[in-house]
């Protein structure tokens, strides 16, 4: 059995003159220690996914249907008691910013042992040990100094050490990681990923890594989701993803890359935007930007569909694996 | 410190800039308590370097560094936004970096800037004609209305945003449209050099190719040359015709867009691209760098990038390595590389 | 560029409509602003067309009849039918002399609030934008000048002018020293809002820009910094207009303000108080309820609109 399994998820926000859908009809798989990737561009949806996996969402937002269960419990319907015990330690997440994550005015050891305290019948001091031990993990140097230090007076990158200690501590089963290292440097980012991508191997532990950086997910994962407008359109291994795409989409992403393209050349771009989720045109979301569309796509949604190794939601997908004329446009 | 294989003809000449930031507000806060007795000591953070710099007619100079190496400020210094502590700027060989601003005026429309965040850079309250007609009528007065809105009109279409859309205002567009206007309003002025300072690190992955591409094109049928600020390794080498790599507020290399990315010299530069996450790896591959960057409030002698540099000696933490010209023409700082200590290290 | 199709959200003039929608519908779900605007408009428009509607004018001599005077409102004992809300002691009615009192109270508020606003917009754009020394000198200004009461500054300022003019110079000119203390006392209100804005509107791009495309300080402080610095500007406008008809009124009831031949709510409150233990409580008190009411629906209209306009809450 899987150790996550989302089924049909759908997130729905009442705004002041209509309901917004964000995610329609969601579902998916992460197997025990698997790690999968969401990709998306702002506004597709991939963060409301991470939230409402820890039940975070919050009025005006809501989960319309679906259900999503930990290990056979449905997160949905869970009351606040189980949720509480649940979150941090059978899953934790870590957030885009480490620099507002951490409370600014509890140090580093109050916040790592008030953690422990919640879930587990301990001491003051064994939680100190295990908090000590977990900095160490994620190589904090000194981490007995570290504990009684603020945030403010660490760097970036090892708060957001700190933040993935914090979020093994309780040895969870499932990180959902939102966009870590998007506000950090490069040099630092690869250190962060590094470290994530061992302590998963290392711990078995699930990771849900939400990003838009393609290069992250192939680095890191080995099942990718893509999303567009609140819905998976692509999803399968994340090899097969970034080398042989199924979806327009996916490959117009990966293609608009500056890797992809010759120095200097211009960029193979998709045209205009991703719609806003009040004006989500009908049929196929992405049909507006799409070369390939048909009459079809802009009147029948397409739903996900196996082709060979992976999933897409795509009319025309058939068509285009069998590498048919592309310029035809059937009427 | 001049380049010595003289290049064609450098528009913009950057000579040993420096920028300090003081980080007191007002002379009380000077006043320190240190050993039982009163001292007075100034804290200033040390944002560029001695950074010295050419930009040539009709090329992109990129220049990369992470979060806090004075990439922004040195775009913000040429843009005349900020006053240099020492060192000048030359334009087209003209000093500009102590011109009054009527005595800049004539530079105003030759010297454009576009900005990061397209949510801040356009006026809120301005419709899109009113930003992009403002910059027109203030450089040509003696143009008619017909003939500036022939110029709006013209920059609008060229920048691939509908006139008609002329009188919405910003909040209705989304970020790569609104980058779109901010690349028009600059070059509603006719600017030959444009200063941009992460013009596409706010926006989308699809976006940002659409942005690129249109500074392209505008570079192209413009003649424009570029002064491109980012952190973004894989856009410079797309867009980039030389690329120079900052630390801390110094130059650590300068060198053509292909030489960098297939011969990087500098420690730095070699870490830094091996962090570029790629497409092809299935896990994450780079060079790890020791310890924490230091504050640029108190530098420490010697070579910026010591702290973390696996090649660092004593030579690096007494002596600040110059700026040495290469065979391949490269301009690197580091004794490591002088030395020939790399290859063998 | 090629020629794609960037997706339009709404027409081009939808904007107005989606300001006004947007305050419009939080208008429309708060009952205690609509009650509040609807006491407003019916004070402010009764204020307004007070000679119309008021059956006497208390300014011509002829109309009144100090015999009259005293009289109580209809609903006791002893009332004569034409004076709905009785007379006071010189024998004017009252309903007509609240109607010109708030008139002339409103009108005093309102331009006591635009010197201020005139003055501290002014100095607050300039010393935020400038900075430096003249940031400094400017808010040191509004430092001390706050560091007095209003109401001291007023007095003494009344006071002396009302020696040195003499009190019928000073009866006849009492409107324009009223404005000109009040409006120059509270400046630094605005100053310090406005300061505050502007140096939080300053750091954006937007402003960075317009120095690239070289424009000047006063136009890139009037066209560019000032209209995203108005909604603020709205919040503390309305609370003021609230202090200064307070003021006027406390000025008035003290004797510096108005005279009772040209009475505003606070002369009016004031030359009721004589009688207030004589029996002849309606001179004070309907005035005062009026007044109360008056600076209430403002100031809850105030916290209405900076629920609506604040910033954190409101992304334009």
Sequence with gaps: MSLLSVRDLTVKFAMRDETVTALNGISFDVAKGERLGIVGESGAGKSITGFSLMNLISRPGYVDRGEILLDGEDVVKMSDKRLRELRGDKMSMIFQDPMVTLNPVLTIGQQMVETLLAHRKLSREEARQISIVKLREVYIPSPEERLDQYPHELSGGMRQRIIIAIALLLDPQLIIADEPTTALDVTIQADIMELLLELCQSNKVGLILITHDLGVVSQMTERTLVMYAGRIIEAGRTREIINDPQHPYTQGLINALPQQTLPGHKLRQIPGNMPSLTNIPPGCPFNPRCEFATDLCRTHIPEIARYGDVEVACHEVARLQAGGDRQEQSA | MKDMNVPPSPLVEINALEKQFDLDQGWLETIKFRNGRLVRETRAVHAVNNVTLDVNKGEALCVVGESGCGKSTVARLVAGLLTPTSGEIHYDGRRIDDLSRAEMQPLRNKIQMIFQNPYASLNPRMTILQALEEPVRHHNPAYSAAEVRDKVTEVMMSVGVDPSWAKRYPHEFSGGQRQRIAVARALTVDPEFVIADEPISALDVSIQAQVLNLMLEAKESRGLTYLFITHDLSVVEHFGTRVAVLYLGSVCEVAETATLFSNPKHPYTRALLSAVPQLKDDRPNHIRLKGEIPTPINLPPGCPFQSRCAFANNRCSAEKPKTVQQPDGSVVACHAVEEGRLEDG | ?316
């Design chain 3, 1 to 316: 560029m090629s020629t794609e199709t960037l997706s339009p959200s709404t027409e081009p003039s939808r904007w107005s409509k989606i300001l006004n929608s947007n305050l419009g519908y939080s208008f429309r779900r708060n009952p205690v602003a609509m009650v509040s605007m609807i006491i407003f408009l019916l004070i402010a428009g009764a204020a307004i067309l007070s000679p119309l509607i008021a059956p006497y004018d208390p300014y011509d001599p002829a109309q009144i009849d100090i015999m009259n005077s005293e009289y109580p409102p209809v609903w006791i004992d002893g009332a004569l039918p034409q004076f709905v809300f009785g007379t006071d002691d010189q024998g004017r009615d009252l309903w007509s002399t609240i109607l010109y009192g708030t008139r002339l109270s409103l009108l005093i508020g309102v331009c006591a609030v635009a010197l201020q606003a005139f003055l501290g917009i002014s100095i607050g754009l300039i010393a935020g934008y400038i900075g430096g020394r003249l940031d400094n000198l400017l808010m040191r200004m509004a430092d001390i000048q706050l560091s007095f009461s209003t109401l001291m500054v007023a007095i003494i300022f009344l006071a002396v002018t009302q020696a040195m003019f003499g009190s019928e110079m000073f009866n006849r000119y009492a409107v324009f020293f009223l404005i000109a203390v009040i409006g120059v006392a509270e400046w630094p209100q605005y100053a310090r809002t406005v300061r505050a804005t502007v140096l939080a509107e300053k750091k954006k791009e937007y402003v960075d820009s317009a120095r690239v495309l070289g424009f000047g300080p006063g136009r890139i402080m009037v066209r560019h910094i000032l209209p995203n610095s108005l909604s603020p500007i709205f919040v503390i406008s309305t609370v003021q207009v609230a202090n200064a008809i307070i003021s006027e009124a406390s000025l008035s009831f003290l004797g510096l303000g108005m005279p009772p031949s040209q009475p505003s709510l606070g002369s009016l409150i004031s030359s009721g108080f004589d009688y207030i233990f004589s029996g002849s409580w309606w001179i004070t008190v309907i005035p005062g309820v009026v007044l109360v009411v008056l600076v209430l629906v403002i100031n809850l209209l105030g916290d209405w609109m900076r629920d609506v306009l604040n910033p954190k809450l409101y992304k334009g």
